[in-house]
């Protein structure tokens, strides 16, 4: 069965340091999204891809993050500074179009000390 | 702000009971419902998905739809204790910015043998 695959699936960051988490959807998904689950709180929306251009990012911060997708295959979300706050779930997801359900990879869990 | 609530729980049954798990949501114009399942410290997979009024049933599982009501709800029928895990109510938004699904907290379900 296909997958998204996601990397790291653990990281422990100092607070001011950068971090980057890499997604490679399933091959021929066009749609891919980048969502943040802090623990007992749904996913929320950070940025929305379709191909390689960027279709929200409203939710994004934007003073400390970036997302892309260059080649619109496999993304890479980048954190600098991290700050405490953004200990979370970091939750990848693809879909074949924008009316479809998504399939989630198994997530980064980040841990900023 | 468009939101989807839920009951955040928990919702405890005994095994082979009727789990009944609800979701309502404001924006009028979604046109599309999903539900998901996470256990403790994994990635969300997709159930069910429904778009019309109505029932949707597959297997065990039986999602309603009430669009005039705004709601939507899963039924897990002969629940098991396997079926513990939370659940996520996702709805597809109309916003012009793009088409990701917006997420409730979740109904931590236990289903006791």
């Known amino acids: 069965e296909a997958e998204v695959a996601q990397s790291p699936r653990y990281k422990i960051t100092e607070k001011s340091q950068a971090v980057a988490f890499w997604c490679d959807p399933i091959?021929?998904?066009?749609?891919l999204y980048w969502y943040r689950q802090i623990l007992g709180q749904g996913p929320e929306l950070l940025v929305q891809?379709?191909?390689?251009?960027?279709?929200?990012d409203s939710q994004l911060p934007k003073d400390r993050f970036s997302a892309e997708r260059l080649k619109g295959v496999d993304s890479t979300l980048k954190i600098q500074p991290a700050e405490l706050g953004d200990s979370a779930m970091y939750l990848c997801?693809?879909?074949?179009?924008?009316?479809?359900?998504?399939?989630f990879g198994s997530g980064t869990r980040l841990t900023v000390v | 702000q468009k939101e989807v609530e839920q009951n955040s729980g928990p919702l405890s049954v005994p095994e082979g009971a009727i789990a009944s798990l609800n979701c309502t949501y404001s924006?009028?114009?979604?046109?599309?419902f999903f539900w998901y399942r996470q256990y403790s410290g994994k990635s969300p997979e997709l159930i069910m998905f429904?778009?019309?009024?109505g029932d949707k049933e597959d297997g065990r599982f039986t999602a309603q739809l009430n669009k005039a009501s705004q709601y939507v709800s899963l039924l897990i029928r002969d629940s098991q204790p396997s079926d513990s895990a939370t659940y996520l109510c996702?709805?597809?938004?109309?916003?012009?910015?793009?088409?990701?699904?917006?997420f409730g907290k979740g109904t931590t379900l236990s289903v006791s043998s």
């Open positions: 997801a693809s879909s074949e179009g924008v009316n479809y359900g998504y399939t």
């Open positions: 091959s021929g998904h066009a749609t």
């Open positions: 891809f379709q191909d390689e251009s960027v279709v929200d």
């Open positions: 924006d009028r114009g979604s046109q599309s």
């Open positions: 429904i778009y019309s009024n």
């Open positions: 996702a709805v597809r938004g109309s916003n012009q910015a793009g088409t990701a699904l917006i």
